[in-house]
């Protein structure tokens, strides 16, 4: 037991994850070293004003996508490992497993479970369709790697990667499925997929959270046609979502694409007397760059009510 597996392991002493025989070992040394007790003293009382602040509620829309950046980030650093990721600290680990006796016993769990997927695999590796799902962990998805819908967009087909290809399918009302949607919205990869689940997803942007992720499509996609389904996808809300307003307005400033900004200026026009795309407009009417857009904001302003 040594200083540098004190450092280590102080988050899980202060949250009471140690295994007791680890957790012994651990104040035996805080017990003797004056430099260990004063970081375990310091991070106990950083948890303890921590605990006075209150908990605000995550949206299962910015966990999506903060699972899906923590999944690409972890990707990025596997590959950048390369054959570095076969080595490791072999004494450490033995040290781990002489002080956490239950690891042992998951470890052979684990040996067990991987022999019991070898044989699977052996059989064939057909991807497995599951007609009525359980809902997947959103931990567990890998990513998604085809979205299906039908021809009047009821009915979708979703591929999505856990520890093997897994296929689902159902009705984009789904929870489950509308999930994946979001998950799909966001596959950086794949500009297809995002594609067709944006599509999929303009369907129903009368659910908020459907709209939430068109948005985040509409500021953040990096590609255009992604960019223009999302604006088809709100264009239904602009005069009674101010959010749904606001995105569009910032389209039309900020946008590198013609189209884009062309449909978003078209799309303002019932709420061209609202404040905040008139301000937008006559600006755009006297310094923009585009030719078309300089000239219909001229336009749609000498049709705009004088707001005096």
């Known amino acids: 037991m040594n200083c540098n597996w004190i450092k280590e392991n102080v988050v899980l002493y202060i949250y009471e994850e140690l295994p007791d025989d ?13 430099v260990c007790r004063r970081q375990v003293e310091s991070a106990l009382a950083f948890k303890n004003d921590m605990s006075v602040h209150p908990v605000r509620e995550i949206s299962p829309n910015l966990l999506a996508a903060s699972r899906m950046k923590l999944q690409e980030a972890l990707e990025e650093t596997e590959q950048s490992r ?60 890998a990513g998604i790697e085809s979205v299906v819908p039908d021809t009047n967009g009821n009915h979708v087909v979703i591929k999505y990667n856990t520890l093997s290809p897994q296929i689902v399918e159902g009705a984009t009302d789904d929870p489950h499925i509308k999930q994946l949607l979001f998950l799909a919205a966001r596959n950086t990869h794949n500009t297809g997929v995002r594609l067709d689940s944006v599509g999929i997803l303009t369907g129903k942007s009368a659910d908020n959270l459907v709209r939430e992720a068109l948005v985040t499509s509409l500021r953040d996609d990096k590609n255009a046609g992604v960019r223009l389904k999302a604006l088809e996808g ?11 307003r606001d995105a569009i307005v910032e389209a039309l400033m900020h946008d590198t694409n013609g189209g884009v900004r062309s449909l978003a200026i078209g799309l303002l026009n019932p709420v061209r007397a609202d404040t905040s795309v008139h301000e937008a407009l006559r600006v755009l009417a006297q310094q923009d760059k585009d030719n078309y857009i300089r000239s219909e904001a001229k336009r749609v302003l000498a049709n705009t009510p004088n707001l005096d």
């Not at 781990?96 to 590796?125: D, E, H, N, S, W």
């Open 22 to 34: 680890a957790k012994y070992e651990f104040e035996h040394h805080m017990h003797h070293c004056l």
């Open 82 to 141: 390369g054959w570095n990721r076969f080595i490791f600290d072999f004494a450490g680990w033995m040290q781990q497993i002489k002080l956490a006796p239950a690891l042992t016993v998951a470890l052979l769990m684990i040996g067990f479970a991987g022999g019991a997927l070898t044989a699977y695999r052996l059989k064939g590796t057909t991807p497995v369709r599951e007609p009525n799902p359980a809902p997947a962990s959103e931990a567990s998805i």
């Open 234 to 244: 709100l264009k239904g809300y602009v005069r009674d979502d101010v959010h749904v």
